[in-house]
């Protein structure tokens, strides 16, 4: 089945950096890959997806890139603000066997420093 | 507007004792999935439901039974509820097989004494 590794765990950045998130997945058939923010307490939430005909995909601060070629999909996060402080995880379509869903990674912990 | 509902929302078992923790989502999808997260692991696919009337296992998917009851309702159950099942659970659903945004419940935490 689909493997996605994320890293890293844990990301301090001070507030107005920028921070990037990179992740790994295993299946070539995967298409579609999307990040979720989850803060204390709360659900997951979409922030940002992007599927394998496209390379890059940006939304006001947010960007995410993919390289199908060395299969890996990278969060990115400029001008860091404290409401961004939160775990992200990105997935990984995975289909074949019967089965179709997400993949998620273990989630990288982001602390934006004031 | 409440989009994707779960019940219970904290749950305290003894060992071996059984239990269903329900979900209902009101915005006419037709995928429903149920997902464990723990500490450090992520999100874990526990089972899925296409469509009304299919269910499939996820990754982890032992010691667990689901139902799609319609297309609204997609419940979990523990049988034989152990430790390793301590950990939140959450549903979601999507409008279609995963080709869109996953809608998450607020999360169901499940202690296992």
């Known amino acids: 089945g689909e493997n996605v590794e994320q890293h890293p765990s844990t990301l301090s950045v001070q507030e107005g950096d920028s921070a990037v998130i990179k992740c790994t997945y295993s299946?070539?058939?995967?298409?579609?890959f999307p990040w979720y923010k989850q803060e204390l307490g709360k659900r997951p939430q979409l922030i940002i997806d992007?599927?394998?005909?496209?390379g890059e995909k940006k939304d006001q601060r947010i960007a995410v890139t993919l390289n199908k070629t060395a299969k890996h999909f990278s969060l990115h996060i400029t001008e860091t603000q404290p409401e961004d402080s939160a775990v992200y995880f990105c997935a990984a379509r995975f289909t074949g066997g019967g089965a179709d869903g997400l993949t998620f990674g273990k989630g990288t912990h982001l602390i934006i420093q004031p | 507007n409440a989009g994707v509902t779960q019940t219970p929302k904290f749950q305290v078992l003894k060992t071996g004792q059984s239990m269903t923790l329900q979900c209902a989502q009101d915005m006419n999808h037709n995928s429903m999935y149920w997902y464990r997260q723990d500490p450090g692991m992520g999100l874990r696919l526990i089972y899925y439901s296409a469509s009304e009337g299919t269910t499939d296992k996820g990754e982890v998917p032992n010691g667990y039974n689901v139902s799609r009851l319609n297309k609204r309702e997609f419940s979990l159950r523990l049988e034989s509820a152990a430790p390793s099942q301590t950990s939140v659970y959450f549903c979601a659903s999507s409008p279609r097989l995963v080709s869109g945004e996953l809608f998450f419940g607020e999360g169901s935490r499940l202690t296992v004494l």
């Open positions: 992007i599927r394998s005909n496209v």
């Open positions: 299946d070539s058939a995967s298409n579609y």
